[in-house]
């Protein structure tokens, strides 16, 4: 045990509580004999990892422990923001976004602190599991949808790019540059993408997108961006229809067969609405 001197301590003129006082030892080694310290008569053993300034310290740095904090936290956070946000008579997008924002800043914080841990893959797929829980509710989409596309239609950049913005904000770059920056990513990494190839057919240029002055999202304009939703050849797949195809012309009822081919529904954009179908 190592003791730390009251009269040290009185003389620095610190005033500690040794119930509250958490220790961490940052080391590389990977076995440590036990260690302990002595301070005002309590004992305090070292722990895996403390929380400092809102940041857990684990003893390698490697911030996976803060991760896993921040996520349990955006997780609660989120449990009761969906209680605001049902899929079917919920607030716009728009509104969803702003609400989204509380979950954002837990994720995100100290992000230039602790940047580099997302570039292993176990935690980037962490965040982006979280992240993708988020576009769900933002946009009213099905559980299906991949990440990527919630990403685009949400108007929400990947999470692993928000931390590289923020990491380019800490160093000095302005935000209208960091903002470039992290577009021209997002932009790159849809073009290659292999999800969401129906939503990037509709939605090739993201900045197009985001720029609109009209269109706000909802559970049924999602499913048509995606092609997941009530759809019979999306619902036979998953065992939730008895049959692939339309029920007006029994052809395999897609979302784009639906949007651009169906007779039925082209006399529906003309005024007749189709009759048996919501």
């Not at 803060?66 to 449990?79: D, S």
């Amino acid at each position: 045990i190592t003791t730390l001197s009251p009269v040290f301590i009185e003389r620095k003129g610190l005033k500690l509580a040794p119930n509250k006082t958490e220790a961490v030892l940052l080391t590389t080694k990977r076995k440590l004999s036990h260690i302990s310290f002595g301070l005002l008569g309590t004992t305090i053993s070292p722990k895996n990892a403390i929380r400092y300034l809102g940041v857990w310290l684990d003893s390698k740095l490697t911030f996976g422990e803060h991760i896993n904090q921040v996520i349990r936290k955006a997780e609660r956070t989120l449990t009761a923001l969906g209680r605001l946000m049902p899929n079917i008579g919920g607030p716009l997008a728009s509104k969803r976004r702003i609400l989204a924002c509380v979950a954002h800043s837990q994720l995100l914080y100290a992000a230039p602190v602790w940047h580099f841990a997302i570039s292993k893959g176990y935690i980037r797929q962490k965040l982006k599991a979280i992240h993708r829980k988020l576009n769900l509710k933002i946009c009213s989409a099905y559980r299906t949808v991949s990440a990527e596309a919630l990403n685009v239609i949400s108007g929400v950049p990947p999470i692993h790019l928000l931390v590289e913005e923020r990491r380019e904000r800490y160093k000095g770059t302005s935000k209208l540059e960091a903002r470039s920056i992290l577009m021209i990513e997002w932009q790159k990494e849809w073009d290659l993408d292999r999800y969401g190839r129906w939503t990037h057919d509709l939605i090739p240029d993201i900045n197009i997108w985001l720029d609109r002055s009209f269109g706000e999202t909802d559970y049924f304009l999602t499913q048509a961006l995606t092609g997941h939703g009530c759809f019979n050849n999306y619902l036979h797949k998953r065992e939730r229809s008895t049959s692939n195809l339309c029920m007006y012309c029994k052809e395999v009822d897609s979302v784009e067969h639906t949007l651009f081919l169906c007779s039925e529904w082209t006399l529906f954009c003309s005024g007749t609405p189709p009759s048996g179908r919501c």
